[in-house]
């Protein structure tokens, strides 16, 4: 299968648009598939399976595999393969698919896993935050600064908005660093592939995520601000002390659970 794979690979140009970075590095591979630890009748998804680097070795250990794939060459190729028969492809773009579909078919929530190429990435895990309640984990591959912002905590120059969205829905598990020349083309950066996991239960409730963006948004846009004029037109002095949020404080220094009392407070007002 490598050496079909690799000759494929030769034949088939990867698609810049599509930000195609194709692993081949087995030892790699084998870690990753270790890291999901997929069992038989998982409800799983793979996001870009590509030329099946992953896709192969997930097929060995369960009953089916879903597999969502927006390049129709590569759609193909999948279909040739010699587990196809265990494949259930959509040829469709990720970013808006309705992934309850999938949750349906088997009434058990999904696990996500994918070589996400590094153009869709955020774009992608905000889509599926929204699908949170219906995803038991998610483990995909970024570039390594994007994978520093999701985990980053308080203080962390990497640490901003995307980190306080993605930890208010998730715990974020950086598992493995990887090089580039465990992928053809090489890209000219690192990658670190992550575990999320939704979470279960919210210390604080936000039922209107687009406060939390806005307070997020209105902070970090003005990083060397302190709260008490980055934050003017929602709060005043005495409500964030009366939240417990020292006004002094810079938008890199407030926790995730301070933002969440934030934008709570704003909910219910």
Not at 170 to 177: A, G, N, Q
């Amino acid at each position: 299968m490598l050496i079909n794979r690799m000759k494929y690979f030769r034949s088939h140009r990867p698609n810049k648009k599509l930000g195609q970075h194709f692993l081949i590095e087995k030892d790699i591979i084998n870690q990753i598939v270790k890291h999901i630890n997929p069992k038989l009748q998982d409800n799983i998804v793979e996001i870009g399976p590509g030329l099946a680097a992953l896709t192969q070795p997930m097929c060995e250990f369960l009953e089916e595999l879903y597999v969502i794939e927006l390049d129709t060459d590569l759609v193909n190729y999948l279909l040739e393969t010699s587990f196809a028969k265990k494949l259930k492809i959509f040829a469709s773009n990720a970013i808006n698919f309705n992934f309850l579909d999938i949750f349906n078919k088997k009434n058990k929530n999904i696990r996500i896993f994918g070589n996400l190429p590094y153009n869709i990435s955020i774009q992608l895990i905000l889509y599926l935050f929204k699908s949170c309640s219906i995803i038991e984990d998610m483990h995909f591959m970024f570039q390594k600064e994007v994978a520093y912002r999701l985990s980053a905590s308080p203080g962390n120059k990497c640490y901003g908005r995307l980190s306080v969205i993605t930890q208010y829905y998730c715990d974020v598990i950086p598992l493995l660093t990887v090089f580039p020349n465990s992928f053809l083309p090489t890209p000219k950066i690192d990658s670190v592939f992550v575990r999320l996991i939704p979470h279960v239960t919210f210390p604080v409730f936000i039922n209107d995520i687009k406060v939390l963006e806005k307070i997020t948004n209105e902070a970090f846009g003005q990083r060397r601000k302190i709260l008490r004029h980055s934050l003017s037109k929602f709060f005043n002095v005495e409500t964030l002390i009366k939240l417990g949020v020292n006004p002094t404080l810079r938008a890199e220094n407030v926790t995730v659970s301070q933002y969440l009392k934030l934008a709570y407070y704003l909910i219910m007002k």
